[in-house]
């Protein structure tokens, strides 16, 4: 009995800030490694950043320097901080945790960056 739930989607403008929320429940969450995905319309699901579980982190280049990602195992919960929001981050924001071969998705939240 695995879930994971991604929240915090909604419409900003250009420029603006989000908050996106991974809870995950069901599985060792301290272990794993928690990803961010997204995928716009027409596109395929492409890795936006990842944070292992010694707590070290990577971006896709397009988000350096404006998403940060982080994660609070007491809370069993992964967050992606997206500052400086632009039109082309516009896209459906998939949460993923991983441990060798298991591999857990949420459900998705849409994000809208539009004026």
């Known amino acids: 009995q695995v879930q994971v739930a991604e929240s915090g989607g909604g419409l900003v403008q250009p420029g603006g800030s989000l908050r996106l929320s991974c809870a995950a429940s069901g599985i060792p969450f301290s272990i794993y490694a928690m990803n961010w995905y997204r995928q716009a319309p027409g596109k395929q699901r492409d890795v936006v950043a990842t944070?292992?579980?010694?707590?070290?982190?990577t971006f896709v280049d397009s988000v350096k320097g404006r998403f940060t990602i982080s994660r609070d195992n007491a809370k069993n919960t992964a967050y992606l901080q997206m500052n400086n929001l632009k039109p082309e981050d516009t896209a459906i924001y998939y949460c993923?945790?991983?441990?060798?071969?298991?591999?857990?998705w949420g459900q998705g939240t849409q994000v809208t960056v539009s004026s």
């Open positions: 993923n945790a991983n441990f060798h071969l298991k591999s857990y």
């Open positions: 944070i292992t579980s010694a707590g070290m982190a």
